[in-house]
């Protein structure tokens, strides 16, 4: 029996850190961990500064640099933050209504043919193609099933 929570030893070994990021005057970034300020670096991109602060941390703590996760926590004025998290929010629902479409489409396609409706056209019915009718129904995109226990 498998256990759906268990992690892998890289998950285990993993550390995760906030990456404080703070745009200067010159365009470049300057980032420091919020657990440890004594790590600090900068990049000309936020992409270069998170590159560079997971080696710095990776050093800091005698780690590999694969073992360090970043939250990249940038300094911006209120209203900017306010923004950027309402599409982080935004992005996340729509990740949990895509997921939620596309069980209940498995749902009513495994249902239609349940009843003997040929897959195209419960495809037609649905409003998707025969072709993803199929890929819902096949073995290989069905969630396991956990036993019970």
Do not use: C
Not at 5 to 17: G, S
Not at 34 to 60: D, F, N
């Amino acid at each position: 029996m498998s256990d759906d929570t268990a992690t892998t030893p890289m998950e285990e070994n993993m550390k995760t850190y906030t990456a404080r990021l703070e745009r200067e005057k010159d365009g470049r970034w300057t980032v420091e961990l919020e657990e440890e300020p004594r790590v600090h670096t900068w990049g000309k991109t936020v992409e270069q500064a998170l590159a560079r602060m997971r080696e710095a941390s990776a050093l800091w703590f005698g780690t590999g640099e694969d073992e360090i996760e970043l939250v990249p926590r940038p300094v911006l004025p209120k209203t900017t933050s306010k923004t950027v998290e309402q599409a982080r929010q935004a992005r996340k629902q729509a990740r949990n209504a895509d997921r939620l479409a596309v069980e209940q489409t498995r749902k009513a396609a495994a249902a239609l043919t349940g009843r003997g409706i040929s897959m195209r056209d419960a495809a037609v019915i649905l409003g998707i193609s025969h072709q993803r009718v199929h890929q819902l129904l096949s073995p290989e995109t069905r969630p396991p099933r956990r036993k019970a226990g």
